[in-house]
């Protein structure tokens, strides 16, 4: 009988997946001599089931306030990497036991940068730096042709840590600029190929190094013909000296292949908001980029006045311009509550996890969820619940009126498992990922 919620060992014995070497933990996903790969032969079935599931059901109330999350147990059947049914418990049944562990959205890192890191190797901060982002440019210059000299490795160990704490997706961000040329994206590519069956990702060619303040144009626009989903840009003014000339770039190369648009903006004043309004006048008169268009970071919302802000928030919405935030804490504080209310869409992500930008990175998604509850004093069962759309980017099981509205039949399954009663508690106490499923196949 299959078992989640036992040990490893036991767990991959029981369920005739063979993986070598999975790294649970971030000091064994850091350890050199430990690789994820799936032996073939022992390839997962494409149809399984799952008993005693914890799913949330509703909300309880005292008068208007919801005090607890209802739960109750459940059946998951599995079919071709989607849930084929959803039925009553049936604990004799001979299926994989979830022990009553509750089962959420696997989570989604949507902005990270898995090309250029230290992860996996001798630990390393952040060392004394001065010239601002130019001047990491000009670090990374030097830097970068020995950091791709084993980036594929280093790309897989983080992807094993973000395995290892429930995420099942990632949106990265590549370099693409004259130092590294295409390379940096090449040998992401292989350690997405080598993971492709337990992990999912989405492509921003990213110029680091700007558009113009180094000629990265003609590698972008090769790029932009490669696998890639997203074109991406860097503090337009700032940088490459020129708001409207660099988005007007951004934007053609997107149209012209068929891709989105993901811009870093770390510019915080005039400029910033000057950016933020063009990029919204360029998606309005071209519709087909709504849905398709994000700013990452973006610390210039954080800066608003209360009238402003949400004037931006509402103008963000009708274009449909998503917010990719990592919470950043300190003397900034972005006004994610007013996005959300808004109906800006607001997703997070880990950034850098240990490289020559940030040393903080954990790789945990409930942990952004977790910091975002605290940040802006959402400490209630309803609040906390609904910040776990930060670590899922978007879904969530309950709706706000407490009506369960995931999993469904015929959603991908992809799940994590996590010693938590309910959403709530995963989000407050940062619970534990005991198992994890991408596409039906599992992970661990």
Known sequence: MNKIGMSRKDFIKNSAISFAGLALSPAAAACPSTKVAVDEKYAPSTSYTIKNVRL???FEYDGKNVISTKTALFSIAIDDGKIKGIGPNDPGAHAMDAHGMLMLPAFKDMHIHLDKTFYGQKWQAVRPRSGGVKGMIALEQQTMPDLLKNSTFKAEKIIELLQSKGSAFARSHVNIEPTSKLQSLKNLQKAIENKKK??????????????YYTDSIPYLKEAAKMDIDFIGGLDPYSI?????????????LALDNNKGIDIHLHESGESGI?????????VNENPTLKGKTFLSHCFVLGKLERKKEEEIAEKL???QIGIISTIPFGGLVMPIPTLIKRGVNVMSGNDSIVDH????????????ANLAAQLYGYSSEFGLSRMLKLATAGPLPLDDKGVQQWPKVGDVANLVFLEASCSAEAVSRISNAKSLIYRGNVVY
Do not use: C, R
């Not at 989405?202 to 700007?210: I, T, Y």
């Not at 000057?274 to 006048?281: D, G, M, R, S």
């Open 56 to 58: 949330e059901t509703g």
């Open 198 to 211: 337990v992990f999912g990702v989405e492509l921003v060619a990213f110029p680091q190094h700007g558009v």
């Open 240 to 252: 490459d000296g020129a708001i409207e000339k660099t988005i007007d770039f951004t934007v053609q």
């Open 274 to 282: 000057k950016t933020v309004e063009y990029l919204i006048e360029k």
């Open 317 to 319: 919405a009708g274009a």
């Open 357 to 368: 930008w940030n040393t903080f990175g954990s790789g945990s998604m409930l942990q952004k």
